[in-house]
């Protein structure tokens, strides 16, 4: 069973930047591709960012292009979100989520293994 841990996250003014983690234990998922979603309260969750298992595919949403930077360390079995030029609309839960294949996905019932979240909140 994968085990998904989310760190990083915080309260930030506008403008500034946060880098989230996401460390997987219970197994190696080198082979996996993952991803990064958000919910803000009272709404669905959203696709931000995903990779392939290589790291050679991305993709992000058009509202984080230019500002969120995914990538992997698969010796160390993490994910990271670079969050930059972080705007009052990127407050909310951050959820790392990994695939049980290496191919790269946006959808969130595509997703098998999820965190439980990390907090992010930017002030005006």
């Known amino acids: 069973q994968v085990q998904l841990v989310e760190s990083g996250g915080g309260l930030v003014q506008a403008g500034g930047s946060l880098r989230l983690s996401c460390a997987a234990s219970?197994?190696?998922?080198?082979?996996?591709?993952a991803g990064w979603f958000r919910q803000a309260p009272g709404k669905e969750h959203e696709f931000v960012a995903a990779?392939?298992?290589?790291?050679?595919?991305?993709q992000y949403a058009d509202s984080v292009k230019g500002r969120f930077t995914i990538s992997r360390d698969n010796a160390k079995n993490t994910v990271y979100l670079q969050m930059n030029s972080l705007k009052p609309e990127d407050t909310a839960v951050y959820y790392c989520?990994?695939?049980?294949?290496?191919?790269?996905?946006?959808?969130?019932?595509?997703?098998?293994?999820w965190g439980q979240g990390t907090q992010v909140n930017v002030s005006s």
């Open positions: 219970g197994r190696t998922f080198s082979s996996n591709a």
């Open positions: 990779l392939s298992w290589s790291g050679g595919n991305i």
């Open positions: 989520a990994v695939r049980k294949d290496p191919f790269l996905r946006v959808a969130v019932q595509n997703y098998d293994y």
